[in-house]
């Protein structure tokens, strides 16, 4: 056995488990669709009339793809599980990819495996080509459970039809599986690996949503796997073409990822410091000095991402140029928007930029909590340093880095837009960036208080407080009858501006919401034991 071999087997025996997993609940969840359907709407009339009743709904096509083809058993469940099952693979496959990578470089089993005979650009190689059978097991599954179903005559869907869907379903995992071995090689720890690949999972989910929102956007699908698959369009067009390009592109990010772990460290990532170099003292003496130095390359990376998705929604904002369609207008109206074109479409652009300064938030909760639960903080602790005030130095960096990526976006949104000549003024946008401030500063302080009670899950819950807020706020609006949900958002308070009038008495109440959480989050800190790790 080669040792190359040996290590993707290894990785596999990690996999294996998700991979099953993925496989019969993608197939259940297809199949399932296509039965229920047909029994719901057994005649063409019955079909016909689901189809009119949201064909055309601009609303439903940003947030669940197409609904032009659900007269037909086959086009309803692909319409169906899309937006579901592609978001789950591809979340599971860039978390796998950097577990089987970047995690076990932390844990040290990395320097082990590269201590034998192979090269760190080898041994990636041997990974990712165990992600890929791993990804392989969810399209044969899926393949297999949907051409069972389709066996039905009721439902009549064939086994060439359920392996190019299959095959579709597949695209997303593959990807940014491959992503997350890309990032994997960037940063110094698994948590900045899987920030990064997540990040780049909610930038690609964003643009599609926009390529959906109207004709004179389609050409971005060309831009996202998740517009890959949805151009794929199988049981109904069936194009095999996206494959290609998706094939192309895990090609591409492999040889990248191979690449980058062949030309650093073990332990270091590409965008750190060298072994070897001069003292540098900056930062080391205060706890907010040393927070800057150990974060400052993780938060430019999110200052990199809120300014490149700023940039995009700018550049987009130039369909505004032309009369609004009105399924769009309808669209725009349900979230209560308020004035020009142009104005309705920055608002709907920074309630995203607020989820990503959000989770920028939930990065930094996540590293403090990364530092006690290695038993790092413990040492830090041990000389002068006061716990408190640690603990006050990271929530003021991560307070200012919020602040800092919000005005950010908004400046790259007013660049985007200007560069592509549309109208809007700097101060209005670097306002409408500022106002999403608050809503992101609420989430660091129930990150705050999650990190003073339970420090191993701080993160997560921060990371699942901002998923769930963007899904509520935009399924409260959108989808009738759950109005509701959009109460229970992070974001339900916060004005869409520029379309929508910022209330001063709002901010102030925010501000105070989130300055309350972090005063209760430090007197709680304050009194409890230290993991030591």
């Known amino acids: 056995m080669t040792t190359e071999l040996a290590i993707a087997r290894r990785a596999f025996r990690q996999l294996r488990v998700g991979a099953v997993v993925c496989a019969v609940a993608f197939g259940l969840t297809v199949a399932s669709s296509a039965t229920t359907y047909a029994s719901s709407f057994p005649t063409p009339a019955s079909r016909q009339q689901l189809a009119a009743s949201v064909g055309g709904d601009v609303g439903f096509a940003v947030l669940f793809g197409p609904v032009d083809r659900i007269d037909t058993v086959g086009g309803y469940a692909a319409y169906k599980s899309f937006v579901f099952l592609t978001s789950i693979g591809a979340v599971w496959a860039a978390l796998a990819a950097t577990r089987v990578l970047r995690g076990e470089e932390d844990a040290g089993r990395w320097q082990l495996v590269l201590a034998g005979r192979t090269r760190a650009a080898r041994a990636t190689v041997a990974t990712t080509a165990a992600l890929g059978l791993a990804v392989a097991i969810v399209f044969a599954g899926t393949a297999v459970l949907t051409a069972l179903a389709g066996r039905d005559p009721k439902v009549g869907l064939g ?24 990032t994997s090689q960037l940063g110094r720890s698994r948590r900045v690996a899987s920030a990064l690949a997540l990040g780049v999972v909610g930038a690609s989910f964003v643009v599609r949503m926009v390529a959906d929102a109207g004709p004179s956007t389609r050409w971005l699908l060309w831009a996202t796997p998740f517009g890959w ?28 990822a191979a690449v980058l772990a062949g030309r650093r460290d073990v332990g270091d990532g590409t965008f750190s410091s060298a072994d070897a170099a001069p003292p540098r003292t900056a930062g080391l003496g205060s706890p907010f000095g040393l927070a800057v130095r150990l974060e400052r390359a993780s938060i430019l990376g999110w200052f990199a991402g809120v300014a490149a998705t700023g940039l995009i929604l700018g550049s987009l904002s130039e369909i505004t140029t032309h009369p609004a369609p009105a399924s769009m207008s309808g669209m725009l109206d349900r979230f209560a928007l308020q004035g020009a074109f142009l104005d309705q ?37 041990g000389g002068t340093t006061g716990r408190t005030a640690w603990f006050a130095g990271r929530l003021a ?80 609006a959108l989808v009738s009858g759950t109005g509701w949900l959009a109460q229970l958002s992070l974001f339900h308070h916060m004005a869409l501006a520029p379309a929508q009038g910022v209330d001063p008495v709002t901010l102030v109440a925010t501000l105070a919401v989130a300055g309350g959480l972090a005063a209760v989050a430090t007197a709680a800190f304050a009194r409890r034991d230290l993991d030591a790790g």
Not at 348 to 377: H, N, P
Not at 445 to 473: E, N
């Open 229 to 256: 698959t949805e151009r794929i369009r199988p049981f109904t067009e069936d194009d095999p073409r996206p494959l290609v390009v998706a094939a192309l592109a895990v090609a591409a990010l492999v040889a990248a």
């Open 397 to 476: 960096l991560a307070a200012v880095a919020v602040v800092a990526a919000s005005v950010l976006g908004g400046g790259a949104t007013w660049v985007g837009a200007r560069a592509r000549g549309v109208p809007v003024g700097a101060g209005e946008l670097l306002g409408a960036g500022l106002n999403v401030a608050p809503s992101a500063l609420v989430a660091l302080g129930v990150g705050a208080l999650s990190l003073a009670l339970a420090p191993a899950v701080a993160g997560r819950v921060v990371y699942a407080l901002v998923a769930w807020s963007l899904i509520a706020d935009v399924v409260g």
């Open 345 to 381: 479409f920055l608002g709907i652009s920074f309630l995203f930029l607020a989820s990503l300064a959000a989770l920028l938030a939930a990065s930094q909760v996540g590293a403090a909590g990364e530092e006690e639960e290695s038993g790092r903080l413990v040492h830090a602790l």
């Open 159 to 182: 086994v060439g039809g359920s392996l190019l869907y299959a095959a579709s379903l597949a695209v997303a995992p593959a990807v940014f599986g491959a992503v997350g071995a890309v």
